[in-house]
Structure formats: C-alpha cells, structure tokens
C-alpha cells in the first residue's frame, strides 16, 4: 500500500496528478503573493529532492498503491529532533481512491510508523474546516482536536484556518496501533 516514489513512477504519477487536478486543486498549499513563481523541477529533481529530505531526517514521503497503481501520496513532514520530538502528516488522494478508507489507513501507517520506529513523540494533522473528507480520517482514526490555527496555511489562492488534530506515542500505545484501532473498528 505505501511505498517510495521512484523515477519510474513518472508518467504514472503526472497521470494522477493530472486527472485529479480539479479535484485536489481546493486543499493544495499555493504560494502567497510576494513568493514569487513556484520553481519548476523535473520529476527525477523531484524524487531526488524527496529522497535528501528522507535521508536528512526532514520528511519521510511515500505513495499510495492500490492493485499496483498510485492513487496518492502521503508524508510525514516538519520532522523536529531535540526535545520536541514531532512532525505533521499531509497527503492528497485521487478522486476514485476516496470514501474507502485509503486515506485513514494510509495516514494510520504513517503515524504508527513515526511514533513507532522512527521515534517520535507527537504527530499532528492540520485540516481545513471545510475538508470533510480529511476530516473523516482524523475522526476515524481518533486524533485528538486541539483547536482552530488561524490563516494558517495558503491554500487555493488565500490564507485558511486550519484544525489540528494530534497523537502522541502514549495514546496509541494505550491502543497498541493506529491502524489495528481502525482495523477493529471496521470489523
């Protein structure tokens, strides 16, 4: 289900990415006025450029594979060391992958696998209000809601108000793992 991207999964990915540009356009992060233009880089720069993060201990990236083909993608970014020991969880979906518990499950690894192997602390998930679909996945998989971040992050073209929702490595200990929690809970 999740794996790294690989050069090879050009054409694939640009293919998803294309067919589902509409749909991920309203929740995907754009650069505020005064940035200047996004950089453009190839996808073998691009996969490069994933693969520094993960080594330097900045962002663990994966994509989402159903049957053999990718139908999204989901990272662990904001890695912080030291004593604060946390990182975020983003992750987009194709349209025809969605209402089927891809998404939470997914998300469920990423968390177990950073509270779990690679030795964080706390995970967090910051969601639109209006994002119900995101939403879904942080409800079911029982992340605490720890308030509104005002204009917290540039989606769409304007500053939006985000939801946190956070775990930490006690609370799913107590559960012994995100994803056996959902699993359990879907029967």
Do not use: K
């Amino acid at each position: 289900m999740l794996r790294p991207l690989t050069v090879a999964d050009q054409q694939e990915w640009h293919r998803v990415r294309r067919e589902n540009a509409s749909f991920v356009a309203p929740w995907e992060p754009t650069l505020p006025p005064g940035s200047g233009p996004r950089p453009t880089v190839s996808f073998r720069r691009f996969v490069h450029d994933l693969d520094a993060d993960a080594r330097d201990d900045l962002s663990l990236p994966w994509c989402i594979e159903v049957g053999g083909a990718i139908v999204g993608q989901v990272h662990l970014f904001g890695i912080v060391r030291a004593a604060q020991q946390s990182a975020a969880v983003g992750y987009w979906l194709a349209e025809s992958a969605t209402g089927r518990g891809i998404a939470t499950r997914a998300v469920a690894l990423v968390v177990d696998h950073a509270l779990g192997p690679a030795g964080l602390h706390r995970v967090e998930v910051n969601v639109r209000g209006d994002n119900t679909a995101s939403l879904a996945v942080v409800q079911r998989l029982g992340l605490r809601d720890e308030g509104v971040r005002q204009r917290f992050l540039h989606i769409d073209g304007r500053w939006h108000d985000h939801r946190t929702f956070a775990v930490t490595r006690e609370e799913v200990e107590s559960a012994g793992s995100l994803l056996g929690r959902v699993s359990r809970r879907d029967g």
